[in-house]
């Protein structure tokens, strides 16, 4: 199958820093590219859904502007969290979409801890 | 609207054991199913899908039929190994567009030797 990477793996911050997540589709062109985030023992929540050359769309009650998406081309895009807390503590995982009707490919995830 | 429901877990099963994890769904229109397993630290991988009734997803000896008279999609597997450890989620996509994934909870899958 496809390959989604993500970078980093794993971040630690101090409360108030931003921190960039990058999502890169390695093998095909990701026209589509969802963010979710995972709570401990918890299931798959969606933040946003980011097409190429266009601005994101978020979730209801998630804040676009402490989660910055960026989705430059077609195999990167990129997440902020800006002014970052502990509460923002969590798994982050991007998937990747080649087009309609395509499986969704996700990335490793990045699990951010905020001090 | 769509939503996904699990079997809750966790499920411990002796190696070789059948394995059955319960899925139903609710949905408006004809939505394509999936399996993802998620193994400890690490993102999802799709294990099987299903893309319309009546359909069988098979991966690895894993398998799931679309049901739509029962809105279910039942994962099973006639014996587990340790290696099978993992967190399954049942998840679907309301439509044949590029539309984000509905998961359910997961269930949480512990295989003993």
Known sequence: ?115 | GNSVTQMEGPVTLSEEAFLTINCTYTATGYPSLFWYVQYPGEGLQLLLKATKADDKGSNKGFEATYRKETTSFHLEKGSVQVSDSAVYFCALRPDSGNTPLVFGKGTRLSVIA
């Open chain 1, 1 to 115: 199958g496809a390959v989604v990477s993500q970078h980093p793996s794993r971040v630690i911050c101090k409360s108030g820093t931003s921190v960039k997540i990058e999502c890169r589709s390695l093998d095909f062109q990701a026209t589509t590219m969802f963010w979710y985030r995972q709570f401990p023992k918890q299931s798959l929540m969606l933040m946003a859904t980011s097409n190429e050359g266009s601005k994101a769309t978020y979730e209801q009650g998630v804040e676009k502007d402490k989660f910055l998406i960026n989705h430059a081309s077609l195999t990167l895009s990129t997440l902020t969290v800006t002014s970052a807390h502990p509460e923002d503590s969590s798994f982050y995982i991007c998937s990747a979409s080649g087009g309609s009707g395509e499986t969704q490919y996700f990335g490793p995830g990045t699990r951010l801890l905020v001090l």
